[in-house]
């Protein structure tokens, strides 16, 4: 499961570590009538590398390809009793493939040690000569000496995971700061050179959703009917047709949506303000309204700047059995507030894994349905769990059409003057699209391919010309921020007229001609009929 390049760095490091350091206890007088010591030395230094490989193989295995490690270690640790559960119950298929693999090469490495020992226990005990020190040192220094390499060190496996997270952990550091630096430089927000040029009232809904592939919404021609009430309202949106994340995981896509930070700078979210803060400097009341927990990492620092919080999920993470319904209620009290210009963010927990945990059991629509989808699946070899987990992110998707269709629906009946409503999702998901495999993807489009919608009041009357140039316009989602400040008609140092969507000032060619990247590559739209053949399982 892991690659040849990781295989060949562990590979060098296990061969000299092992003799290496288990040498020294041959070596060392003290040790050398312990033979024990030996077994407890070795076995510990190629367990260690085996499980790392396969923890790694399983990460390589999930997101199809070496995930970054940042992506990795923002879902670890910024996990919850909870969400681990629930990655658990999603992913044991694959948990139980790997660790079964670990547990049968263990308990091989372990017989064969055993019979090692006994056939050495028969021979007579010779003394180490000198040359064997000389193997023992060479070997060591050659350990020691791969350190050097700063590539080869990140490959120990008893260091691999250690320097991430002291890297986790000064990530956390540089929030704190960030926080503490706003503090200091409110003083300083002139330099934002913030203006509002908007009418005295506007109201903007930004609805960020959550593992949400286009590919599965009717709305953008999906075979099955998973999207009816934004169907209906299909004549007074405007639906972007060529939109993708710039990350297949929350937080660091979050990073660069609320931010200045985007693919080429993506540190630039703890030095420069996000959307909120340049929102509330030009006199927006702001409301975050969320599903999610309150305190999950970097995003906590943003949503705690809210002048009015909601949070419902009550639980410890997003395995919580709590649906996105529940917010409306939140979201008209927040419509109803007499300020005369709301920022009113709503996150939701839309399609997450695990995918039946985001629906009541009445939009359990395509449960054993046999359909064309389900035909397609089954030609493409897909296994039975993934066609019912494709069932299951349907249901999901369905339930989500209810839950941004009565949201857009509540903004249009009580907003007044000047209002609009986006809806974007931070990442999509893969879901037996290009291969057996239900869950985020790294490694090709499905994991970053996702829709974008928008009802604006100030769009009424326009052409269906001007509506399909504006719909077929190439996005990224790292630039985001400057569709929300165009919609919030706030103009600063970090606005730029050509990176916000809706502009007559957009570049279009910027998006067109690789400014869009997925996995570090250049980005190349796909051209997708719902309806053909999906691609067969190992082609």
């Known amino acids: 499961m892991i690659s040849a390049n990781e295989f060949a760095k562990s590979t060098v490091l296990m ?38 490989a ?14 970054n490690p940042t992506l990795v270690l923002h879902a670890i640790f910024n996990t919850n009793p909870d969400e681990t559960n629930e990655f658990f119950l999603h992913n044991w298929r694959k948990l139980a493939e790997a660790g079964g693999i670990l547990l049968f090469v263990g308990a091989w490495i372990f017989w064969f040690e055993k019979c090692m020992s006994f056939r050495e226990a028969r021979l007579p005990l010779n003394t180490l000569r000198r040359s064997g020190f000389a193997s023992i040192g060479v070997l060591l220094t050659a350990f ?79 075979g099955r009917r998973t999207t009816p009430m934004l169907d209906a309202l299909r004549n007074q949106l405007i639906v972007f047709q060529d939109v993708i994340s710039s990350e297949p995981a929350t937080m660091s896509s979050l990073m660069k949506m609320f931010t200045p930070a985007d693919l080429v700078s993506p540190d630039a979210w703890n030095s420069k303000p996000d959307v909120l803060m340049l929102a509330e400097e030009a006199g927006y009341k ?51 507030n007499p300020a005369s210009k709301k920022l009113i963010v709503v996150h939701l927990l839309g399609a997450h894994p695990t995918y039946d945990m985001r629906y009541p059991s009445s939009y359990a629509k395509f449960n054993d349905v046999d359909d064309a989808i389900a035909e397609q699946l089954s030609a493409a070899g897909r296994s039975i769990w993934i066609r019912q987990l494709r069932n299951e992110y349907d249901n999901a998707i369905a339930y989500n059409d209810f839950v941004v269709a009565s949201m857009i629906k509540s903004t249009m009946a009580s907003a007044p003057g000047a209002a609009s409503l986006l809806f974007s999702a931070d990442h999509g998901q893969e879901v037996g699209h290009t291969r057996d495999h239900a869950g985020q993807s790294v490694a090709d489009p499905s994991g970053y391919e996702i829709p974008m919608l928008l009802w604006t009041r100030s769009f009424s009357g326009k052409s269906a010309v001007d509506k399909a140039i504006l719909e077929n316009r190439p996005y990224q989602t790292d630039h985001l921020e400057h569709t929300i400040m165009g919609l919030l008609k706030v103009e600063s140092r970090y606005y730029s007229s050509s990176r916000d969507i809706m502009s007559d000032a957009f570049v279009s060619e910027d998006f067109s001609n690789g400014l869009r990247r997925i996995n570090g590559r250049p980005y190349l739209p796909r051209t997708v009929t719902f309806n053909q053949p999906l691609a067969k399982a190992g082609s």
């Open 144 to 222: 020691l000496a791969l350190h050097f390499n700063p590539t080869m060190a990140k490959e120990n496996p008893a260091l691999f995971w250690p320097i991430r997270y002291m890297d986790y952990r000064n990530q956390l550091k540089q929030a704190q700061e960030l926080r503490q630096t706003v503090a200091r430089n409110m003083a300083q927000r002139s330099e934002w050179k913030v203006q509002y040029t908007g009418p005295a009232n506007n109201t903007v809904v930004w609805i960020i959703g959550e593992s949400t592939n286009r590919s599965n919404m009717s709305l953008y021609g999906y």
């Open 286 to 336: 702001t409301f975050w309204i969320s599903n999610q927990v309150p305190n999950d990492g970097w995003l906590g620092l943003v949503s705690e700047r809210a002048d009015e919080k909601l949070f419902i999920n009550k639980g410890a993470g997003r395995g919580e059995n709590n649906f996105d319904g529940n917010l409306l209620p939140g979201l008209e009290a927040a419509l109803a």
């Open 54 to 67: 396969a923890l790694k193989g399983f990460l390589r295995d999930y997101f199809g390809l070496r995930p």
């Open 15 to 52: 061969s000299t570590s092992l003799p290496g350091i288990a040498g020294i206890f041959i070596a060392v007088p003290y040790f050398r009538l312990r033979p024990r010591w030996l077994t407890v030395v070795s076995l510990g230094i190629i367990s260690l590398f085996f499980f790392d």
